[in-house]
C-alpha cells in the first residue's frame, strides 16, 4: 500500500483529498477503506497467464513487489477509486476491465498491530476490497514505481516472489490466484 | 435453454457430441451440466449499461427471450463452454470477457418437475453455471434467433420483459442484475 | 443505518468509539466503513425460510423496517462487527452463524448525494460490506427498536414491505435474496 | 472422489441411482455433476480454526485424506446431495450448516485426462461445485473411511497434507483455505 498515493504532486487537490494532518488524524480513529487491484493478463477464454508486479524502493532501499492499491476518497465510487489507481501506476492506456460487480473476492483487513490478521499496514488500520482487474492495453509504471513485471502465477507464487511483498500482499496474490483457479 | 443447441446441422459432429437417443437417455438418469451467460455491455467503469436478450420464436409460434445457454460437453472446460455457446448465439466477433474465475454468481438448478426451484425445463434436470459476460465487439443473432436486442437493466427488470422469458430465465436475469449492482 | 449505535449510554467509551465531533468530522471527509447483516432463518438444508426485519419509529414518527446495520470501529475485524451489531441489534442469545469468508454478497455504497448509487445515507459516504447471516437463537429487539419482524423472503420483496425501508435497504434486502436464490 | 458412494449396498435403490453399467456409459459421455464439501469447524466469529479430511486406504493400499465428496443424482437439489454426502461421510449427526446461497467458492473441473486442468479423476469428467460446510455436531467416518481428522488451516497446506490427497484435492483445499482467509 503506497504511502504516495495520498498526496498528488500539485497544490490543488481536487474534491476529496485530505490535508496531511487531516488524513493522520483519521487514520488513528477509523477504518480506512481501500482498494487492492490485482492486474492481470488473460488469453480468449478468460483464463489468467500473467500477472503485472510494480516494483519498488522502500524507503529503507529495499526492492519490493507490489499490487496496485490505494485509498478510497469521500464521494468516489469504489469502481472509480479502482480506475483511478489503475491509471495512476500503470498509466493512461492499461485499459482495464473493471469487474461488473462489486462482490469482491476477498477482503483485505490491514492491521497496525501486526498478527490481528495476516495482513499488516504500521500507517493505519486498512480494510481493502480485493478484485482481480485484467489490462488489455499497454502498461508502464508511474510515479515512484521502478518497474512493472509481468510473471505467471506459478512464479508470482513463489517464494522467490513472495519475500518481496510487505505487508501481507503475497497473501493477498495468493488468494487471488486461488479464486481465479490459478494457485499451483 | 435452447434445444437447438444440442443438434449441429452436418453428420458429421466433433467429439462429445451425443447422439439423439444417448442425450434423451442421458437425460433421464443424470442432471446435465449448462452454462448461463447474460451478455452484457459495460461502460469504461465496469457498470452494466445494457443487457443483451436473444428474441426466437418458440415451436408453439410464442415469441420469447433468452439467454446465452447451452450444454457443457465431455472433456470440454466450463469456460470453453461459455465461449462456444457465445459465439454460437452472438456470432464470431461478440469479442466476450469470460471471467477469470470459475465462481459463478450463481447456480441455476433447472428441474423437470415445476415447483422444485424457481427454474423449470421439461426435458431435463438441468444445473447451470450462471455468468455475467462483458461482450465488446459486434453482435448478430445466430441459427434460430430472430433478432438482439439491448435493453437497459431497468427494462430488463420489468414485468412487459419478464414474462417473455421461460423456465426461470427472467429470475436468473434478474439475480444477474442483483449482483451486478442493478437490479432496480 | 442507525444512528443509535454510534454513541453508547454510558461516559466510559471502548477503545474504538469517537466523540461526537470527531465522527462528525470524519463524516464530512472520509467514505466510512459499515457491515449491513440480513439475519435469516434456514431450514436444514441451508435454504432461507424467514428474513428478520427491525421495526422502528424514525425521528418524523414515521415506522421503518430495517437491516442490522452499524460502523466497523477502529481496530475491529469486520466479523467482530457483525457479530457486535447483531447482538446490539437482537440480543444476546441470537446465535449467529457469521460466515466463513469475508467475501460479502455485494458492497453497498451509500452516497450522501441521492442518486449516485441506489444507496442513500444523508449523514455520510458510507460504505457497507453485506452479508447473509443465520441466526437459530432467540431473537429479541433491542434498543430503540420496537420489534424484530420474521417475514418471508416472497413477503419481503413485496411492495408493502419495500415502501417501508429507507435509504435503498429495501434493494439491499432483495440483493440479498437473489444471491440466496429466494427472489421471487 | 470416492468410488463407494455411487452404490448403496441393498439392492433397492431410491429413484435417482443408476446401474452400474449405466453410470459407465454416461461417464463416457459426459461430464459429471459432483459436490465437494469441505467440512469445517469454526469460532464464534465464523473463523475457521479447523478441517476435517478423512483418512482411507486406496484400492492400491496407500493411506489417502480426501474431502466429502459425490455425485448429485438425478432429480435432487445441489443443497440436498451437499447434505447427503456430509452425512454418508461424517454420521447423521453432523449437524452441518449448508451455505444459505447455492454460489460455490469455486467450480472444481476433474478432467479424465491430467494437465487439461489441475484436478483429475481417471473414470471420468467431473465438475464439482465447492462449499465450505461449518460442522457443529458429533462427526464419526462412515463407510470405508479409517478416521476423520480434525487439523488447523495450516497443516492443512503443508506438503506433508498436501501429499496424501489425490486428484487435485489438495488444492481445493488451499482455495478452500484462501477464500477463507486462512491460507497460511
Given amino acids: 500500500m503506497t504511502a504516495s498515493a495520498e498526496f498528488p504532486p500539485g497544490p490543488e487537490r481536487p474534491a476529496g483529498w485530505l490535508a496531511r494532518e487531516q488524513i493522520a488524524a483519521a ?8 482498494v487492492d487491484a490485482v492486474p492481470v493478463r488473460v488469453d480468449e477464454a478468460g483464463d ?7 516494483l519498488r524502493v522502500t524507503p529503507e ?11 478510497v476518497m469521500y464521494h ?17 492506456v492499461a485499459l482495464p476491465q473493471v469487474p461488473a460487480s462489486p462482490q469482491p473476492f ?10 490481528v490478521t495476516p495482513y499488516h499496514d504500521p500507517r493505519q488500520h486498512a480494510v481493502s476490497l480485493a478484485y482481480v482487474v485484467p489490462v488489455t492495453g499497454d502498461c508502464r509504471p508511474q ?5 512493472l513485471a509481468w510473471i505467471t502465477p506459478e ?10 511483498m510487505n505487508g501481507g500482499q503475497g497473501l493477498l496474490l495468493r488468494q487471488a490466484m486461488a479464486w481465479a483457479g490459478r494457485l499451483p
Fill in 27 to 34: 487514520r488513528a480513529q477509523l477504518p480506512i477503506l481501500y
Fill in 48 to 54: 489468467v497467464v500473467a500477472v503485472g508486479l510494480l
Fill in 61 to 71: 532501499g529495499v526492492m519490493s513487489r507490489a499490487l496496485v492499491s490505494g485509498r
Fill in 76 to 92: 468516489e465510487r469504489v469502481r472509480d477509486a479502482l480506475l483511478r489507481h489503475i491509471e495512476k501506476d500503470l498509466g493512461p
Fill in 106 to 115: 476477498t477482503v483485505a483487513e490491514y492491521f497496525p498491530t501486526p498478527g
Fill in 143 to 147: 510515479q515512484d514505481a521502478l518497474d
Fill in 155 to 164: 512464479e508470482a507464487c513463489t517464494e522467490a516472489v513472495q519475500v518481496e
